[in-house]
Protein backbone atom coordinates (compact mmCIF):
# COMPACT_ATOMS: atom_id res chain seq x y z
CA UNK A 1 0.00 0.00 0.00
CA UNK A 2 1.09 3.32 -1.04
CA UNK A 3 0.46 6.59 0.74
CA UNK A 4 0.09 9.59 -1.55
CA UNK A 5 -0.23 13.28 -0.33
CA UNK A 6 -2.88 15.19 -2.21
CA UNK A 7 -2.41 18.43 -2.40
CA UNK A 8 -4.61 20.35 -4.35
CA UNK A 9 -4.11 23.65 -3.31
CA UNK A 10 -5.99 26.48 -5.59
CA UNK A 11 -7.47 27.92 -8.80
CA UNK A 12 -7.87 24.65 -11.28
CA UNK A 13 -5.73 22.80 -8.66
CA UNK A 14 -8.70 20.88 -7.08
CA UNK A 15 -10.49 20.32 -9.96
CA UNK A 16 -7.55 18.53 -12.30
CA UNK A 17 -6.49 16.84 -9.15
CA UNK A 18 -9.69 15.22 -8.62
CA UNK A 19 -9.14 13.83 -12.46
CA UNK A 20 -5.84 12.99 -12.19
CA UNK A 21 -6.83 10.70 -8.97
CA UNK A 22 -9.86 9.16 -10.89
CA UNK A 23 -7.25 8.01 -13.39
CA UNK A 24 -5.01 6.90 -10.82
CA UNK A 25 -7.59 4.89 -9.54
CA UNK A 26 -8.60 2.71 -12.78
CA UNK A 27 -5.28 2.50 -13.13
CA UNK A 28 -4.59 1.15 -9.98
CA UNK A 29 -7.45 -1.79 -9.96
CA UNK A 30 -5.94 -2.39 -13.16
CA UNK A 31 -2.56 -3.08 -12.12
CA UNK A 32 -2.87 -4.19 -8.36
CA UNK A 33 -1.70 -1.44 -6.58
CA UNK A 34 -2.77 -0.19 -3.98
CA UNK A 35 -2.71 4.03 -3.07
CA UNK A 36 -4.04 5.25 -0.18
CA UNK A 37 -4.49 9.09 -0.97
CA UNK A 38 -4.95 11.96 2.09
CA UNK A 39 -5.51 15.41 1.23
CA UNK A 40 -4.42 18.13 2.50
CA UNK A 41 -4.21 22.09 2.30
CA UNK A 42 -1.54 24.35 0.50
CA UNK A 43 -1.60 27.81 -0.95
CA UNK A 44 -3.90 30.08 -0.38
CA UNK A 45 -6.57 27.93 0.25
CA UNK A 46 -4.07 26.48 3.71
CA UNK A 47 -3.90 30.88 3.99
CA UNK A 48 -7.53 31.57 3.95
CA UNK A 49 -8.12 28.37 6.36
CA UNK A 50 -5.15 28.35 8.79
CA UNK A 51 -3.39 31.40 8.40
CA UNK A 52 -0.44 29.74 6.98
CA UNK A 53 0.28 28.61 3.44
CA UNK A 54 2.31 25.59 4.14
CA UNK A 55 0.98 24.19 8.29
CA UNK A 56 3.58 21.92 9.79
CA UNK A 57 1.06 19.44 9.61
CA UNK A 58 0.81 19.46 5.71
CA UNK A 59 4.70 19.46 5.62
CA UNK A 60 4.65 16.31 8.25
CA UNK A 61 1.85 14.25 6.37
CA UNK A 62 4.23 15.04 3.06
CA UNK A 63 7.85 13.98 4.81
CA UNK A 64 5.47 10.80 6.05
CA UNK A 65 4.27 9.63 2.43
CA UNK A 66 5.41 7.85 -0.69
CA UNK A 67 5.13 10.49 -2.83
CA UNK A 68 3.32 14.12 -2.85
CA UNK A 69 0.76 14.84 -5.79
CA UNK A 70 0.09 18.62 -6.14
CA UNK A 71 -2.33 20.72 -8.29
CA UNK A 72 -1.01 24.50 -8.72
CA UNK A 73 -0.90 27.37 -6.10
CA UNK A 74 -1.81 31.01 -5.81
CA UNK A 75 -3.98 33.50 -7.23
CA UNK A 76 -4.77 37.56 -7.78
CA UNK A 77 -6.65 36.96 -4.17
CA UNK A 78 -3.15 36.51 -2.47
CA UNK A 79 -1.35 39.04 -5.04
CA UNK A 80 -0.48 41.53 -2.69
CA UNK A 81 -0.01 39.83 0.18
CA UNK A 82 3.67 40.29 2.00
CA UNK A 83 6.46 37.83 -0.01
CA UNK A 84 6.05 35.42 3.74
CA UNK A 85 2.68 34.59 2.79
CA UNK A 86 2.28 34.75 -0.91
CA UNK A 87 1.21 31.15 -2.14
CA UNK A 88 4.18 30.90 -4.36
CA UNK A 89 6.37 31.36 -2.16
CA UNK A 90 5.80 30.46 0.82
CA UNK A 91 3.83 27.18 0.37
CA UNK A 92 5.27 25.63 -3.02
CA UNK A 93 9.10 27.26 -3.46
CA UNK A 94 9.11 26.52 0.64
CA UNK A 95 7.87 22.77 -0.29
CA UNK A 96 10.93 22.33 -2.73
CA UNK A 97 13.24 23.50 -0.23
CA UNK A 98 12.25 21.67 2.40
CA UNK A 99 12.00 18.65 0.60
CA UNK A 100 15.15 19.27 -0.99
CA UNK A 101 13.53 18.71 -4.17
CA UNK A 102 16.59 20.03 -6.36
CA UNK A 103 15.56 18.55 -9.45
CA UNK A 104 12.92 19.48 -11.47
CA UNK A 105 11.78 16.93 -14.55
CA UNK A 106 9.57 18.58 -16.92
CA UNK A 107 9.08 16.44 -19.97
CA UNK A 108 8.05 18.06 -23.09
CA UNK A 109 6.59 15.40 -25.54
CA UNK A 110 3.88 15.82 -28.65
CA UNK A 111 1.86 13.49 -28.41
CA UNK A 112 1.35 11.72 -31.96
CA UNK A 113 -2.69 12.47 -31.70
CA UNK A 114 -2.34 15.89 -30.85
CA UNK A 115 0.43 17.05 -33.71
CA UNK A 116 -2.70 19.09 -35.08
CA UNK A 117 -2.72 20.55 -31.97
CA UNK A 118 0.58 22.42 -31.42
CA UNK A 119 0.54 25.89 -32.92
CA UNK A 120 4.07 24.83 -34.51
CA UNK A 121 4.07 23.44 -38.19
CA UNK A 122 3.77 19.67 -38.22
CA UNK A 123 7.33 19.10 -39.77
CA UNK A 124 9.02 21.35 -37.11
CA UNK A 125 7.39 19.44 -33.54
CA UNK A 126 6.50 16.22 -34.81
CA UNK A 127 8.79 13.94 -32.72
CA UNK A 128 9.82 15.86 -30.02
CA UNK A 129 10.24 14.60 -26.93
CA UNK A 130 12.47 15.68 -24.54
CA UNK A 131 13.30 16.72 -20.93
CA UNK A 132 14.52 19.87 -19.06
CA UNK A 133 16.03 19.07 -15.92
CA UNK A 134 15.55 22.45 -14.02
CA UNK A 135 17.66 23.26 -10.52
CA UNK A 136 14.99 24.24 -8.48
CA UNK A 137 16.10 24.85 -4.84
CA UNK A 138 19.38 27.14 -5.98
CA UNK A 139 19.38 30.03 -8.24
CA UNK A 140 17.88 33.50 -8.85
CA UNK A 141 14.89 32.34 -6.97
CA UNK A 142 16.47 31.54 -3.94
CA UNK A 143 19.48 34.26 -3.78
CA UNK A 144 19.53 37.23 -1.03
CA UNK A 145 16.95 39.08 -2.12
CA UNK A 146 16.43 43.19 -0.84
CA UNK A 147 14.29 46.24 -1.34
CA UNK A 148 15.55 49.00 0.01
CA UNK A 149 15.31 53.02 0.16
CA UNK A 150 18.34 54.54 -1.38
CA UNK A 151 18.77 58.94 -2.01
CA UNK A 152 17.44 58.17 -5.98
CA UNK A 153 13.96 56.42 -4.64
CA UNK A 154 13.88 52.61 -3.96
CA UNK A 155 16.80 49.61 -4.93
CA UNK A 156 15.45 46.22 -5.29
CA UNK A 157 18.53 43.34 -5.90
CA UNK A 158 17.83 39.51 -6.25
CA UNK A 159 21.03 37.10 -6.32
CA UNK A 160 22.07 34.56 -8.45
CA UNK A 161 24.02 32.11 -6.46
CA UNK A 162 25.18 28.49 -7.11
CA UNK A 163 27.73 26.58 -4.61
CA UNK A 164 29.87 23.92 -5.97
CA UNK A 165 27.71 20.99 -4.56
CA UNK A 166 24.56 22.29 -5.72
CA UNK A 167 25.82 22.80 -9.37
CA UNK A 168 27.78 19.43 -9.03
CA UNK A 169 24.55 17.03 -7.84
CA UNK A 170 21.99 18.42 -10.76
CA UNK A 171 25.06 18.05 -13.24
CA UNK A 172 25.37 14.21 -11.99
CA UNK A 173 21.83 13.29 -11.91
CA UNK A 174 21.56 15.02 -15.57
CA UNK A 175 24.48 12.85 -16.58
CA UNK A 176 23.15 9.85 -15.78
CA UNK A 177 19.63 10.65 -17.64
CA UNK A 178 21.69 11.46 -20.34
CA UNK A 179 23.84 8.43 -20.41
CA UNK A 180 20.39 6.09 -20.12
CA UNK A 181 18.74 8.19 -23.14
CA UNK A 182 19.21 6.53 -26.78
CA UNK A 183 21.25 9.43 -27.96
CA UNK A 184 23.62 10.08 -24.62
CA UNK A 185 23.01 13.97 -25.41
CA UNK A 186 23.47 16.31 -22.88
CA UNK A 187 22.47 20.19 -23.11
CA UNK A 188 23.64 22.39 -20.26
CA UNK A 189 21.98 25.61 -20.97
CA UNK A 190 23.89 28.93 -19.26
CA UNK A 191 24.85 32.36 -20.39
CA UNK A 192 28.43 32.42 -19.80
CA UNK A 193 29.30 34.98 -21.65
CA UNK A 194 27.86 37.28 -18.61
CA UNK A 195 27.54 35.73 -15.52
CA UNK A 196 29.86 34.42 -12.85
CA UNK A 197 27.28 31.93 -11.51
CA UNK A 198 27.45 30.38 -15.30
CA UNK A 199 31.43 30.00 -15.61
CA UNK A 200 31.28 28.28 -12.28
CA UNK A 201 28.15 26.22 -13.69
CA UNK A 202 29.86 25.68 -16.98
CA UNK A 203 33.02 24.81 -15.57
CA UNK A 204 31.49 21.90 -13.07
CA UNK A 205 29.67 20.10 -16.13
CA UNK A 206 33.08 20.18 -17.93
CA UNK A 207 34.62 18.59 -15.43
CA UNK A 208 31.59 16.18 -14.97
CA UNK A 209 31.95 15.45 -18.38
CA UNK A 210 35.31 13.54 -17.79
CA UNK A 211 33.26 10.99 -16.04
CA UNK A 212 31.00 10.62 -18.49
CA UNK A 213 32.71 10.00 -21.69
CA UNK A 214 29.91 8.04 -23.10
CA UNK A 215 28.05 11.43 -22.98
CA UNK A 216 28.11 14.25 -25.77
CA UNK A 217 27.81 17.53 -23.95
CA UNK A 218 26.86 21.07 -25.58
CA UNK A 219 27.05 23.96 -23.94
CA UNK A 220 24.24 26.67 -25.04
CA UNK A 221 23.17 30.31 -24.11
CA UNK A 222 19.82 30.52 -22.43
CA UNK A 223 18.76 32.60 -25.15
CA UNK A 224 20.00 30.88 -28.42
CA UNK A 225 18.59 27.71 -26.55
CA UNK A 226 15.23 30.11 -26.43
CA UNK A 227 15.12 30.81 -30.24
CA UNK A 228 16.41 26.95 -31.07
CA UNK A 229 13.45 25.28 -29.28
CA UNK A 230 11.12 26.76 -31.47
CA UNK A 231 13.85 26.21 -34.45
CA UNK A 232 14.55 23.00 -34.11
CA UNK A 233 13.14 21.36 -30.92
CA UNK A 234 14.21 17.79 -31.83
CA UNK A 235 17.72 18.93 -31.22
CA UNK A 236 16.90 18.60 -27.58
CA UNK A 237 17.02 15.35 -25.49
CA UNK A 238 18.01 16.15 -22.14
CA UNK A 239 18.67 19.45 -20.97
CA UNK A 240 19.94 20.52 -17.58
CA UNK A 241 19.77 24.53 -16.57
CA UNK A 242 19.58 27.06 -13.57
CA UNK A 243 16.09 27.62 -12.03
CA UNK A 244 14.80 30.54 -13.42
CA UNK A 245 15.99 29.99 -16.90
CA UNK A 246 14.48 26.72 -16.52
CA UNK A 247 10.89 28.24 -15.26
CA UNK A 248 10.98 30.41 -18.46
CA UNK A 249 12.45 28.11 -21.09
CA UNK A 250 10.12 24.93 -19.93
CA UNK A 251 6.86 27.83 -20.14
CA UNK A 252 8.03 27.92 -23.76
CA UNK A 253 8.82 24.46 -24.62
CA UNK A 254 5.18 23.60 -23.50
CA UNK A 255 3.55 24.69 -26.72
CA UNK A 256 5.88 22.08 -28.32
CA UNK A 257 4.09 19.64 -26.67
CA UNK A 258 0.78 21.73 -27.93
CA UNK A 259 -0.34 23.91 -24.53
CA UNK A 260 1.03 23.95 -20.72
CA UNK A 261 -1.92 22.11 -20.00
CA UNK A 262 -0.05 19.11 -21.25
CA UNK A 263 3.35 19.32 -19.50
CA UNK A 264 3.80 17.35 -16.37
CA UNK A 265 6.89 17.41 -13.83
CA UNK A 266 8.43 15.22 -10.98
CA UNK A 267 10.53 17.32 -8.46
CA UNK A 268 13.35 14.62 -7.45
CA UNK A 269 16.29 14.66 -5.56
CA UNK A 270 15.11 14.82 -1.34
CA UNK A 271 13.41 12.00 0.54
CA UNK A 272 9.98 12.39 -0.88
CA UNK A 273 9.73 13.33 -4.63
CA UNK A 274 6.42 15.89 -5.45
CA UNK A 275 4.70 15.61 -9.06
CA UNK A 276 2.88 18.42 -10.42
CA UNK A 277 1.63 20.15 -13.87
CA UNK A 278 4.09 22.80 -14.53
CA UNK A 279 1.38 25.47 -15.13
CA UNK A 280 0.11 27.89 -12.81
CA UNK A 281 -3.52 27.61 -10.88
CA UNK A 282 -5.09 29.49 -13.79
CA UNK A 283 -7.69 31.74 -11.66
CA UNK A 284 -9.57 32.86 -15.01
CA UNK A 285 -10.66 29.62 -16.14
CA UNK A 286 -11.38 27.63 -12.06
CA UNK A 287 -14.35 26.30 -11.23
CA UNK A 288 -15.77 26.23 -14.94
CA UNK A 289 -14.70 22.84 -15.70
CA UNK A 290 -12.58 24.12 -18.65
CA UNK A 291 -8.88 23.38 -17.50
CA UNK A 292 -6.79 20.69 -19.12
CA UNK A 293 -6.03 17.93 -16.70
CA UNK A 294 -3.77 16.02 -19.00
CA UNK A 295 -0.72 17.57 -17.22
CA UNK A 296 -1.50 16.37 -13.85
CA UNK A 297 -2.75 13.62 -15.10
CA UNK A 298 0.18 13.14 -16.54
CA UNK A 299 2.57 13.89 -13.19
CA UNK A 300 0.15 11.07 -11.58
CA UNK A 301 1.50 8.64 -14.16
CA UNK A 302 5.85 10.07 -13.47
CA UNK A 303 4.59 9.33 -10.06
CA UNK A 304 3.68 5.64 -10.95
CA UNK A 305 7.33 5.43 -12.85
CA UNK A 306 9.51 7.46 -10.32
CA UNK A 307 8.17 6.87 -7.04
CA UNK A 308 6.29 3.57 -7.38
CA UNK A 309 8.11 1.62 -10.07
CA UNK A 310 5.19 1.31 -11.40
CA UNK A 311 6.34 1.59 -15.05
CA UNK A 312 3.34 -1.12 -16.80
CA UNK A 313 0.99 1.67 -14.74
CA UNK A 314 2.64 4.49 -15.92
CA UNK A 315 2.71 3.49 -19.57
CA UNK A 316 -0.92 2.67 -19.30
CA UNK A 317 -1.79 6.28 -18.60
CA UNK A 318 0.20 7.63 -21.29
CA UNK A 319 -1.32 5.74 -23.93
CA UNK A 320 -4.69 6.04 -22.63
CA UNK A 321 -3.68 10.07 -22.88
CA UNK A 322 -2.93 9.21 -26.60
CA UNK A 323 -5.45 7.63 -27.25
CA UNK A 324 -8.18 10.55 -26.19
CA UNK A 325 -6.38 12.63 -28.15
CA UNK A 326 -6.50 10.41 -31.12
CA UNK A 327 -9.93 9.78 -31.06
CA UNK A 328 -10.09 13.75 -31.09
CA UNK A 329 -11.13 14.72 -27.43
CA UNK A 330 -9.84 18.03 -26.75
CA UNK A 331 -9.48 20.90 -23.54
CA UNK A 332 -10.33 24.46 -25.11
CA UNK A 333 -6.25 24.80 -24.87
CA UNK A 334 -5.68 22.07 -26.96
CA UNK A 335 -8.87 22.19 -29.45
CA UNK A 336 -8.66 22.73 -33.04
CA UNK A 337 -11.29 22.57 -36.03
CA UNK A 338 -13.03 19.43 -36.61
CA UNK A 339 -12.38 17.94 -32.93
CA UNK A 340 -14.68 17.50 -29.82
CA UNK A 341 -14.51 19.78 -27.33
CA UNK A 342 -14.51 18.40 -23.75
CA UNK A 343 -14.53 19.84 -19.77
CA UNK A 344 -12.16 18.77 -17.49
CA UNK A 345 -14.17 16.47 -15.93
CA UNK A 346 -14.91 14.88 -19.35
CA UNK A 347 -10.83 14.73 -19.99
CA UNK A 348 -10.87 12.74 -16.75
CA UNK A 349 -13.28 10.18 -17.21
CA UNK A 350 -12.29 9.80 -20.61
CA UNK A 351 -8.68 8.98 -19.74
CA UNK A 352 -10.28 6.49 -16.84
CA UNK A 353 -12.49 4.65 -19.24
CA UNK A 354 -9.02 4.41 -21.63
CA UNK A 355 -6.85 3.09 -18.98
CA UNK A 356 -9.71 0.52 -18.40
CA UNK A 357 -10.68 -0.58 -21.54
CA UNK A 358 -7.22 -1.05 -23.06
CA UNK A 359 -4.83 -4.16 -22.40
CA UNK A 360 -2.05 -4.63 -20.38
C1 LIG B 1 6.47 26.76 -11.89
C2 LIG B 1 5.75 27.98 -11.39
C3 LIG B 1 6.37 28.38 -10.06
C4 LIG B 1 7.84 28.65 -10.31
C5 LIG B 1 5.66 29.58 -9.40
C6 LIG B 1 4.21 29.30 -9.13
C7 LIG B 1 6.37 30.02 -8.15
O1 LIG B 1 5.83 28.99 -12.34
O2 LIG B 1 6.42 25.71 -11.20
O3 LIG B 1 7.08 26.83 -12.96
O4 LIG B 1 8.18 29.75 -10.75
O5 LIG B 1 8.64 27.74 -10.07
MG1 LIG C 1 6.73 28.42 -14.17
Redesign the pocket.
Known sequence: MYNIAVLPGDGIGPEIITETIKVLQAVGEKCGLEMKFTEALVGGAALDATGVPLSDETLELCYNSDAILLGAVGGPKWDTLPVHLRPEAASLLRLRKELDLFANLRFVKLFPGLVDGSPLKREIVEGTELVVIREATGGLYFGEKKRERTAEGERAVDTLVYNTFEIERIGRLAFEMARKHPRKHLTSVDKHNVLASSRLWRDIMNKLAKEYPDVNLEHMYVDNCAMQLVRNPRQFSIMVTENMFG?IL??EASMLAGSIGMLPSASIGGKVALYEP?H?SAPDIAGQNKANPLAAILSGALMLRYSLSAEEAALSIEKAVNSVLEAGYRTGDIMAPGMKRVGTVEMGDLVAKSVKEEAL
Open positions: DTDAG
